[in-house]
């Protein structure tokens, strides 16, 4: 049981008992900026590709119309 005591201790000192969670500020805000970063871009990347598509939908439209 000592022995065990003392491995969780050794462990706990060199932050490696929980997977290494216990990082700095700076890793932290960068994974949380790279998160934030990724998800606005995915939501403005589909909302100018929706506007894009309405956009050349009307040219079509245009298109279609003035031929008649």
């Known amino acids: ?3 065990l005591s003392f491995l969780f201790k050794r462990l706990r000192n060199n932050n490696v008992l929980f997977g290494g969670v216990i990082m700095s500020f ?3 805000s960068a994974i949380f900026m790279t998160l934030i970063g990724a998800i606005s871009g995915a939501i403005f990347g589909t909302i100018s590709s ?11 439209i ?3 119309n003035t031929k008649k």
């Open 26 to 28: 700076a890793a932290w």
């Open 1 to 3: 049981m000592l022995q």
């Open 50 to 60: 929706r506007n894009k598509n309405k956009t050349i939908n009307k040219k079509l």
């Open 62 to 64: 245009i298109k279609i």
